[in-house]
């Protein structure tokens, strides 16, 4: 592994407290992300399920989890199974977890090969009246891709029809949403990476280097910092480039006079930091740039000070809507005749801030949580408003990521350069 390892009471809680909001006689089953293919005998690089993270700290492909908190026999209320290693997959592919390890890095005592799965769990799950299963019920999902996950619910439903089934993503949505300590620090610990990469670019950017280039510094950077690299698809966008919410092209010459919006963090041990810069091509932003410059600035803090204990989804993003709504009058981009005969349905100010304040942050980038339920402590969100000018070629978007506290808040980004002054300092500096 590229990180440190994980001490395994974080998983053995998480697996507790999972437990103890599953109904009676129930038991629950995860299962890891497929390699995905990309063609030939080709794939992809592997990313673990998220929640099957959360619950072992399981990095490896094949493996499956089963939860029984209620079974009779002490040792079936936990089974972790694992992909069995041979010498032929040693040689190809590197070692595999040993089942000593396993337990070492989950807690789990119970620990079966893949492949006698079906034996083990018939001794299981007929002491079982419901069975949760998981699938990915992100509001933002749209992937018609079939998931290991979605596989076994067929399979399930056909071995085992008489069984009553429940949803299990709920509950992960609910646990995810408030970080335990330790996810905390390792969120940290990859902003802090994304701060050394961002420090790194304020000295190599000019004119005429490509995005691409700058991309390839940033990557340097998060891997030699134990990173396993981009947490998404970074934003390197230059000019008017940075009016494409999600441009990922990165293969423009960065052209004096513009401004480089950079979308694009590191993770780490598979939590993820996502950070949003604005900063000018030759060093010094003009006076127009500054001008949008500080009122994105004004409206992140305006948003980061709403970003507390007891408040809620839609709300903090009406309130910060208004705060945008005004900046964008100062600058002379909405006239309140504009804010008069708006469409309540597309306001006037989405013109220029088409997307959301914040969203979750955690094990993914767009993390799960309800919009419903209030802001508790614990939770991290991203705060990144911005001002897109298309007709000005200019987009400027500032992001940080937020832990809501029992007092306030802490910005887990505080230590990166955001104000305009400092930035142009740092850029200009010998």
Do not use: C, W
């Given at each position: 592994m590229r990180y440190s390892s994980i001490d395994s009471s974080l998983f053995v809680s998480n697996r507790r407290r999972l437990g103890q909001l599953l109904l009676p006689k129930s038991l629950a089953i995860l299962n890891a992300n497929d390699l995905m293919p990309t063609n030939a005998d080709?794939?992809?690089?592997?990313?673990?399920?998220?929640?099957?993270?959360?619950?072992?700290?399981?990095?490896?492909?094949?493996?499956?989890?089963?939860?029984?908190?209620?079974?009779?026999?002490?040792?079936?209320?936990?089974?972790?199974?694992?992909?069995?290693?041979n010498e032929h997959i040693a040689v190809w592919e590197g070692e595999k977890l040993t089942k000593e390890k396993a337990r070492e890095l989950s807690g789990i005592a119970t620990i079966y090969w893949t492949n006698q799965f079906d034996t083990v769990f018939r001794n299981i799950v007929f002491e079982a009246e419901r069975i949760y299963l998981n699938s990915n019920e992100h509001t933002r999902n749209d992937s018609l891709v079939q998931t290991r996950d979605d596989r076994f619910i067929r399979f399930f439903r056909e071995r085992y029809p008489l069984h009553q089934l429940e949803r299990l993503a709920p509950l992960m949505h609910q646990l995810r949403a408030v970080k335990h300590p330790e996810e905390v620090r390792l969120m940290q610990k990859a902003c802090d990476i994304t701060q050394a990469g961002f420090e790194r670019l304020l000295k190599f950017v000019k004119p005429g280097v490509t995005e691409f280039e700058i991309e390839a510094e940033m990557l340097h950077?998060?891997?030699?910092?134990?990173?396993?690299?981009?947490a998404y698809s970074p934003i390197i966008a230059s000019g008017k480039n940075a009016c494409v919410l999600h441009y990922i092209q990165n293969d423009q010459v960065c052209k004096e006079g513009e401004v480089l919006l950079l979308d694009c963090a590191a993770e780490y041990a598979n939590?993820?930091?996502?950070?949003?810069?604005?900063?000018?091509?030759?060093g010094r932003f003009t006076k127009r740039q500054a001008e949008v410059y500080d009122a994105v600035l004004r409206v992140f803090r305006a948003a980061k000070d709403m970003l507390v204990t007891g408040n809620i989804w839609d709300e903090y993003h009406a309130r910060v809507n208004e705060v945008m709504e005004k900046e964008l009058v100062g600058l002379g981009l909405l006239s309140l005749e504009d804010i008069r005969n708006q469409n309540p349905d597309w306001p006037a100010y989405k013109k220029y801030?088409?997307?959301?304040?914040?969203?979750?942050?955690?094990?993914?980038?767009?993390d799960v949580g309800n919009k419903y339920r209030r802001f508790e402590p614990g939770m991290v969100f991203t705060c990144e408003p911005g001002i897109y000018i298309r007709?000005?070629?200019?987009?400027?978007?500032?992001e940080n990521n937020i832990l809501i506290t029992e007092t306030g808040n802490l910005d887990l980004m505080g230590g990166i350069p955001i104000e305009r002054e400092e930035i142009e300092d740092l850029m200009n500096a010998s």
């Open positions: 080709g794939t992809m690089g592997f990313r673990q399920n998220a929640d099957l993270f959360y619950l072992t700290g399981i990095d490896q492909e094949e493996t499956v989890l089963v939860l029984f908190p209620g079974h009779p026999d002490p040792k079936l209320r936990e089974v972790l199974f694992l992909r069995e290693t950077e998060y891997v030699r910092s134990g990173s396993r690299g981009f939590y993820n930091a996502d950070l949003t810069r604005s900063i000018p091509v030759s801030f088409p997307h959301g304040t914040s969203h979750f942050l955690g094990l993914d980038v767009h007709e000005e070629g200019l987009g400027i978007r500032l």
